[in-house]
């Protein structure tokens, strides 16, 4: 089982390199993945726009080759090259440092991360703790099964800008009622979320979390429901009752356990989300996260924190999968 | 367990009309084709009114009908998002059942052929653009070649595994992100939109049909088929996938939302297709610019809303005709199995 | 019951608590607090960086240069300094002569001295460093002539002559040696050996030692090392949230007197709030969050007009900047000039106008603003809407309508256009619609082609374009078109993207840079804005107003044409009678 586990966790490890490294490579080795230093309201000084490009192109480093060789045709170039620049840092666990202001990559996920974890990572728990009550609700009642599953879809299909615009026209614009927020954190002068401060942290997150919750208890309640009325069906379940167990206890001793991978297995799906973030949400209520800073990157041609935000979130994801396979493998065992 | 009502007769007649409407207002959009009806015109003496008499659904910032812009982007629902769905489903079905069927070591491939085309393909990279055709030309004969020389010698082609990498690439780079990236390349068109959701889409599909292929595979029935000699092609294409189905084909509906949904979300970042270009996706978009218009927001969640019940409710209908829940649950169950 | 009891506490709790604790500013009325809404981050405060227009104007909060710009009067006035330059010429070489104010002072008490401009200046030419971009604007100082009697003295020695020179020298923000070089590394070594291009200069240690204290990012971000001379310091910087100064207990031009606009600084604390949606921008505004909202939207601004005109002032004084609608002039299709005319006909300026602007905003013949009255060509007239005069022009050019379109005998595809421009900008995209639409109605097809900003700047260097949408930054001091218009700024050379020119116009350009006396040059300027009106390399389509919304607690608001448009540092608190 442990032996299983590393393997698995190195061939994680690898799969995460792996993908930094062509999104390292293709996006330096295409043109239009180059940082400008004059954008087109910049006229620049006249005769000097060609050195100040290169001179900046310089201070970058991009004037290395790429690789340590390239291809049609073959070419060596050996090891003074970016790939082999950014490995090497990378190894020693620097992501390089930003194109726009040089500061540290890992500095500005840090500082994303401590806006986007809260964020996201209490709107999982909740559609998490949301989603299984009412699952095992639906799954008990037919009649909230007929109430709720439109109103699921219809969830399900709601683009989410439309979500947090409707919650912000309604509940923080003065026309409505003004109960929340309309943007940011209200941390002044405090670097990122303070846990001290967490009462006002929630008043401030209410509405964006609110949002995600949402949009994604559908895609985690429908399929629980959807097993745990398939296992309601099932032999061992007439026989619970028919011992005498209540229909509580079928549902949370019998049940359950038995529909847990499904659940375990989408909710390891959201789980990269969290990381990432949500671009739209943050955008909408002007929320300094990761998903802001990936869209921000990609904009401005700031390769090294692109690079670094697309490694973190692979990580993430294939450690989520990962966590899921050896939990669900310890529920059941069957499923190892 | 209780059975469902008996009205489904009734929604389901719904659905089809509403659908058919739809299907009725993409080809009116595009028998009228480039030549813009007159009812999307823009008129900048008519911007953002409430509805009325004459505009029912009221006019967008641009002075344009709504109900005429909501009419005439179902052109670019039925030409971009269902045929992107329809591609991720298909793509997601067949790699996925081909994963599942074959697993890391069905599917055997000749070691002279690996040998050629390997060969060939680093020859194609070490050397000039110029002479890339040759090399896949040589290499594809080569290929064929070596299939009917006597060395015999195969290597199991790790099927399952390349498709999981393959499903864990895609889904390891946020999606917005690899869009945005992605309309840096590119100006976003009609088939590189298409290309972006379906190339994005797919790896839910393809992991619910590989864990269903597998577990059907170990099913008496299909043990026999093989036992009497079908070939592989017949036991997936003619008994696996008709089982496969249903569950399937409520995938369809969800890949589409997902599909709708980005489309709509690249429009709201302003990276979607041209202004000239309708769709649902951008009417809900242009409700950010003016945000006391909520008869955009209300006129484009209607039809939205409308459409996905519809197609909710006869995929799940559908489904409930053959072998139900059965297969969703074990298909659900078996997601868990293994990435 | 109990848990709706619970959760109702709770929520009443949290909203209880959010009522107190929201409008807990610290206002005194001799030193405001001012909040400003920005679309977006500065990215990097770096005083050589710079890389947007926020980035200068919190700068300017920080550090002070030589000059600065009054908006209202729209005149350079001193800063750092006593008086405007001497100009002097001597043979081939320009010699401007300041003298720093006697006052001015660092924070740690040092005056600011003539040794703190050449360092300043050794730094924007120092290799290595994230200064490219201002290193071009000062390339024309060769050296600096200190005074041996008087250290606040200097001289700069200026290659050749343009009237541009005297303000263009004042324009880099001073910086303190004392923080930024306390070791020293660059004084052993001379401006003009930093400024040599191409030298092994970036290679000394002297110079790499510099270059890594210098590109420390957590320099850039700290209190105690980024403060300059400027009345203000930064207090806190939350990336992509806020960034908040607060004004120094005392600034050294606190005791001046008479104090000139530029040397007041009332509001005590200054915060620049990061909302990127305008939507949530305009809510939080209207809820009191915002006193400030530069650059609104056109629609949120009539909106707010009719909502809330009783709580803010409006303003919407005319900009520099303009619209134009480009045209690639070395396309095939576009190379005649009466195809460009005719395509300029095709424009209804006037709808464009009122859908876009809501009725301000301001046309003209040129990219010159007509508020410049000395130099706008007013007797050309304003290019019509005429759709008809524009398909006459077109068959004058050798087009022919056919039913698949345009055809010139010379060229193999029926005329089709291809008009790219910003994507997600909604005013380029009502432009680019109306566009379409009209030349729909004379049978040409226009395809729409809203692209990433990232590679429209690429499709535009490389001319894979034929009718672009762009906005052009001006300024009412600089007649500097070369880079522009230039053809040495075609390509990835400069910013001409319409690849406009030939000899003669470049021969113009440089004239009117030349030129002093404002006579000869308005006549200069009159002749380029006749020859851009019928060879029309851009179509201008209007001039932008800033449209600002002040929270009418505030007064003295100075709004203006020049960025950013209006004068925080005068911001005072109204009277309550007047609120």
């Given at each position: 089982m442990v032996r299983r586990l590393a393997l698995r966790l190195a061939g994680a490890l690898a799969t995460a390199w792996l993908i930094a490294s062509t999104c390292f490579l293709l996006s330096r080795a295409l043109g239009a993945g180059a940082p400008q230093l004059l954008n087109d309201e910049q006229t620049g000084a006249f005769d000097h726009y060609t050195a100040a490009e290169t001179q900046f192109r310089q201070r970058l480093g991009l004037?290395?080759?790429?690789?340590?060789f390239r291809l049609l045709p073959w070419r060596w170039h050996g090891t003074p090259n970016q790939y082999h620049s950014w490995l090497t840092e990378a190894l020693h666990g620097r992501l390089g440092a930003s194109?726009?202001?040089?500061?540290a990559v890992e500095t500005s996920l840090r500082t994303a991360l401590r806006v986007t974890l809260p964020l996201t990572g209490s709107a999982l728990l909740l559609t998490a703790g949301l989603a299984l009550p009412l699952a095992l609700g639906m799954a008990r009642r037919p009649q909230w099964y007929r109430r709720f599953v439109p109103v699921a879809y219809l969830l399900d299909s709601l683009p989410l800008f439309v979500v947090g615009m409707l919650l912000l026209t309604l509940l923080a614009s003065p026309d409505f009622w003004p109960l929340f927020p309309a943007y940011g954190l209200g941390t002044e002068g405090a670097e990122g979320i303070f846990w001290g401060n967490w009462l006002n942290t929630a008043y401030y997150l209410a509405l964006p979390v609110a949002a995600l919750v949402l949009v994604s208890v559908p895609a985690l309640a429908l399929p629980l429901t959807e097993a745990l009325r398939a296992q309601q069906r099932q032999a061992y379940v007439a026989t619970a009752r028919a011992k005498g167990a209540s229909a509580r206890r079928v549902a949370w001793h019998h049940l359950l356990p038995n529909a847990l991978p499904v659940f375990i297995t989408r909710l390891s799906d959201l789980v990269p989300g969290v990381v990432a973030g949500s671009v739209v949400i943050e955008v909408v209520f002007a929320l300094p996260g990761m998903g802001r800073l990936l869209a921000e990157a990609a904009a401005a041609r700031d390769l090294p924190v692109l690079i670094g935000g697309v490694l973190l979130i692979a990580l993430s994801r294939l450690l989520a999968w990962l966590v899921a396979d050896t939990i669900n493998a310890l529920i059941d065992p069957r499923l190892a | 367990m209780a059975a469902l009502p008996s009205r489904p007769l009734l929604l389901r007649g719904l659905a089809w009309a509403w659908l058919g409407g739809l299907v009725l207002a993409a080809l009116w959009a595009w028998q009228t084709g480039s030549a813009q009806p007159a009812a999307t015109q823009l008129d900048l003496?008519?911007?953002?009114?409430?509805?009325s008499a004459r505009h029912w659904l009221g006019t967008d910032p641009f002075g344009r009908d709504v109900l005429a812009v909501l009419l005439a982007g179902t052109r670019n629902l039925l030409a971009v998002s269902l045929p992107a769905a329809l591609v991720a489903t298909a793509l997601g079905a067949s790699l996925g059942a081909a994963a599942g069927y074959?697993?890391?070591?069905?599917l055997r491939v000749r070691r002279a052929a690996v040998v050629v085309i390997m060969f060939s393909v680093v020859g194609a990279l070490v050397t000039g653009p110029q002479l890339l055709p040759r090399w896949l030309l040589a290499g594809a004969l080569g290929a064929t070649a070596a299939h009917y020389l006597p060395l015999r010698a195969t290597w199991p082609l790790p099927l399952d595994r390349l498709v999981l990498a393959a499903g864990a690439f895609t889904a390891s780079v946020p999606r917005l992100v690899l869009a945005l990236l992605l309309a840096a390349l590119h100006a976003p068109s009609k088939p590189w939109l298409l290309a972006v959701l379906a190339g994005t889409c797919w790896p839910p599909t393809a992991r619910l049909s590989r864990t269903l292929v597998a577990q059907l595979r170990r099913q008496p029935y299909i043990e026999a088929g093989r036992a009497a000699g079908f070939s592989d092609w017949r036991i997936l294409w003619r008994h696996l996938l008709p089982n496969a189905k249903p569950a399937l084909r409520a995938s369809l509906p969800l890949n589409l939302t997902v599909c709708f949904g980005l489309q709509t979300t690249l429009s709201f970042l302003g990276i979607g297709l041209p202004p000239d270009e309708l769709d649902w996706g951008r009417t809900l978009a242009d409700a950010r610019l003016e945000p006391s218009a909520w008869w955009l927001t209300v006129g484009g969640l209607f039809f939205l809303t409308c459409t996905m019940a519809a197609l909710h409710l006869l995929s799940a209908t559908d489904s409930r005709n053959g072998t139900p829940h059965s297969t969703l649950k074990t298909a659900d169950q078996r997601v868990t199995n293994k990435d | 019951m109990l848990r709706f009891a619970v959760v109702w506490g709770l929520i009443s709790g949290i909203l209880g608590l959010a009522a107190c604790s929201s409008p807990a500013t610290s206002d005194s009325a001799a030193a405001p607090t001012v909040r400003v809404c920005w679309p977006?981050?500065?990215?990097?405060?770096?005083p050589v960086a710079l890389p947007n227009a926020y980035a200068v104007q919190a700068n300017n909060l920080l550090y002070q240069s030589l000059l600065t710009v009054d908006g209202v009067t729209r005149r350079h006035v001193p800063w750092l300094v006593t008086a405007l330059p001497k100009v002097e010429q001597r043979d081939s070489l320009t010699y401007l002569h300041y003298r720093l104010h006697p006052r001015a002072r660092w924070d740690n008490g040092q005056p600011v001295v003539a040794r703190d401009v050449v360092f300043t200046l050794k730094v924007l030419n120092c290799p290595g460093l994230p200064n490219e971009s201002l290193r071009g604007l000062v390339s024309f100082i060769r050296e600096v002539q200190l005074d041996a009697a008087d250290p606040r003295r200097f001289t700069f020695v200026c290659r050749g002559y343009a009237p541009d020179y005297s303000f263009n020298s004042g324009d880099f923000p001073i910086l303190p040696e004392y923080l930024l070089d306390a070791p020293g590394h660059?004084?052993?070594?001379s401006l003009r050996q930093l400024a040599q291009p191409d030298s092994a200069v970036g290679k000394l240690p002297a110079v790499r030692a510099f270059q890594t204290a210098f590109n420390q990012a957590a320099r850039w971000r700290d209190a105690r090392t980024l403060r300059g001379s400027g009345a203000y310091e930064l207090a806190s910087w939350q990336v992509g949230q806020q960034v908040t100064f607060v004004r120094k207990s005392h600034w050294w031009a606190d005791d001046i007197s008479p104090k000139t606009p530029a040397w007041t600084a009332q509001p005590g604390r200054i915060e620049f709030h990061v909302v990127p949606n305008p939507a949530t921008a305009l809510l939080a505004l209207r809820r009191g969050k915002l006193d400030v909202y530069p650059h609104m939207p056109g629609a949120d601004f009539a909106r707010l007009q009719t909502t809330d005109s009783a709580s803010f002032r409006f303003y919407s004084p005319a900009s520099y900047r303009v619209a134009v609608l480009e045209m690639n002039v070395q396309q095939p299709a576009l190379r005649d000039a009466r195809t460009r005319q005719a395509l300029a006909l095709l424009v209804d300026y006037n709808r464009l106008l009122r859908a876009t602007q809501y009725g301000q905003g301001q046309r003209s013949t040129s990219l010159i603003s007509p508020h410049e009255r000395w130099a706008y060509h007013d007797s050309l007239p304003l290019r019509p809407y005429a759709p008809s005069q524009a398909a006459e022009l077109l068959r004058q050019a050798g087009w022919q309508r056919t039913a698949d379109g345009w055809r010139h005998p010379q060229q193999q595809n029926p005329l089709a256009l291809k008009l790219v421009y910003g994507a997600g900008d909604r005013t380029y995209e009502t432009i680019a619609l109306l566009f379409q639409q009209s030349a729909r109605q004379v049978g040409l097809t226009v395809t729409l082609q809203p692209t990433e900003a990232g590679r429209l700047s690429e499709l535009r260097r490389n001319g894979e374009f034929d009718l672009s949408l762009r906005t052009l930054y001006g300024n009412p001091f600089s007649y500097d078109l070369r880079p522009l218009l230039h053809t040495r700024s075609i390509g990835s050379q400069g910013a001409n993207r319409s690849r406009f020119g030939n000899a003669a116009s470049d021969q113009l350009l440089e004239t009117i840079y030349a030129t002093e006396d404002s006579v000869g040059k308005a006549r200069l300027l009159r002749r380029l804005q006749t020859l851009l009106y019928q060879e029309v390399p851009f179509t201008p389509l209007f001039f932008e107003p800033n449209r600002l919304a002040v929270s009418r607690r505030f007064e003295n608001v100075r709004p203006s044409g020049l960025e950013p448009g209006y004068d925080i540092s005068s911001f005072r608190l109204a009277p309550p009678a007047r609120q």
């Open positions: 004037q290395q080759p790429l690789f340590y194109f726009r202001d040089g500061a | 003496s008519q911007l953002s009114l409430p509805p074959w697993g890391n070591r069905g | 977006r981050d500065p990215e990097s405060l770096n660059l004084s052993a070594l």
